[in-house]
């Protein structure tokens, strides 16, 4: 654990001006020291970097008294303070090439909880948004009680995120823009205690003090993106806060999902044209984030393939074993029609005798290993 002061000197490192998370790596990667950085004379500094940067030592000292003030506030509020160069920093953020130098959690989330997406979209949602949350988030919880669903605490969307998986028991994450001294929206202050109260946690970068401005919605988002493993956008116009997330989780190479929508829908225009130009896969279910993401559902089974053939297989029924015998994870109906070319209405009458018989599972979003 760290002592206070150095706490102090790495909050100072991260509320410098011109720090970002190329210059907290670049300390780690020269050996500099939190107490290095704030003592050494602004050329020197830039030398010992080798980058062309300018790390004003006036501006150094600045930011060292303001994290003096901010240590007093996330010690008064239990708020817990994660630094980019420390090992217990959210790993899927680490990942990230322009992850916050500091990052503020009031709550006790596991931020590296196995099952994390977000599920983002417009404030001007549609009724079809709010049928499909609920249906949505409801089976996703049957399935992933240890999903931890991560959005942005706006009206619309994100609200129906949160609420939703709160309402299902499932662990929530709000990601604001603004320091954790203040709540906007101010009409989600009781939606921000209940995601508290259930376990679930407010999250920023910015310290006590800041307000909201568009800008900062827009760095909020990568942040959103950065901490799951999944982006699922539901509803969007062309343009909007929900495909600038959609577009920075597909610069890191994370999986993106969208909702696809009626043609003639203003609300769909944004997920119809991630899924035409590829940057998200079609969603219309939970069994098909479970294709995608290749997450084992909760309480299925790993078991041991059989090697040996039923002698009593014969045709499309025995290509179809041979082919799941050797396969860990469940195989989707396309999938095994790629494989075997069979006829589809064939496939799924064997597959359906081969499930009467004990002999395959199917899971959800038709997708089938051996028993």
Known sequence: MDSKEERIYKMGIAFTPGVNAAVVRRLEECGIGVDRFAELDTRTLSEELGMNISLDKLAREEALFRARKEIAFVERHGIRVYYLGDEDYPMLLRETPDAPPVLFQL????????????????????????????????????????????SGLAFGIDTLAHKGALENGLTTVAVVAHGLDTLYPAANRDLARRIIKSGGSIISEYPSGTTPFQRRFLERNRIVAGLSQLTMVVESPLKGGAMSTANVAFSYSREVAAVPGRASDPMSEGCNHLIRKQKASLATSVADVVELMGWRPAGVAVKPKQRNLFPEL?????????????????????????KTK???????????????????????GNRYSLA
């Open 314 to 338: 014969q045709d499309e029924a025995k290509e179809i074993y041979e082919i799941l015998k050797f396969t860990a994870d469940p195989v989707s109906v396309d999938a095994l029609y790629q």
């Open 107 to 150: 709550g006790e989330t596991d931020l590296d909880a196995d099952h994390v997406m977000n599920i983002v979209g417009t404030r001007r949602n549609t009724a079809y948004a709010v049928g499909f949350c609920e249906e949505f988030i409801r089976t996703l919880a049957g399935y992933f009680p240890d999903m931890v669903i991560v």
């Open 342 to 364: 069979i006829h589809i209405p064939i496939l799924t009458s064997t597959l359906t005798e081969l499930e009467f018989d004990g002999i395959v599972i199917r899971h959800p």
